[in-house]
C-alpha cells in the first residue's frame, strides 16, 4: 500500500514533468513556475543552479516576479555555481526563448 506522501509526490512530479514541457515549448508562465519548483523542492530536485536558469529565461521575456526571483536564487550560489547558472540560462534563452519576447541585459 503506498502512503500519502507517496501519492502526493508523484502527483506533484507529474506537474512538474508538465511544466517542463510547456517550458520547453516557450511558456513564460511555466518557465517561472519550473524556476520555483527547482528553487523550493517543489515536486523537482533541489537545483538552484536549474531554479536560476529558468528564472532567467522568464526575467529576460519580461514575466513579472521573475527576476526578483532569479535575483534571490542568485544570493544563495556560490561564484562557480553562478557561473554554471548563467551559462545554462543562455543555453536555455537559445532553445527555449521566444526571439520576440526576449529582453537585453543579463
Known sequence: RRSLAFVAGQAHSKHTKRYLMEAKRGDVKAQFILGNKYHNADGA??????????????????????AAARDTVAQAL??????????????????????????PGR
Not at 89 to 96: A, F, W
Request: aromatic share 10%; hydrophobic share 40%; charged share 25%.
Open 45 to 66: 530536485p533541489h537545483g538552484d543552479v536549474k531554479a536560476y536558469a529558468w528564472l532567467n529565461v522568464a526575467a529576460k521575456q519580461g514575466y513579472p516576479k521573475a
Open 78 to 103: 556560490t561564484p562557480d555555481a553562478l557561473l554554471e547558472a548563467r551559462n545554462l540560462s543562455m543555453r536555455y534563452l537559445s532553445e527555449y526563448a521566444h526571439p520576440s519576447r526576449r529582453l
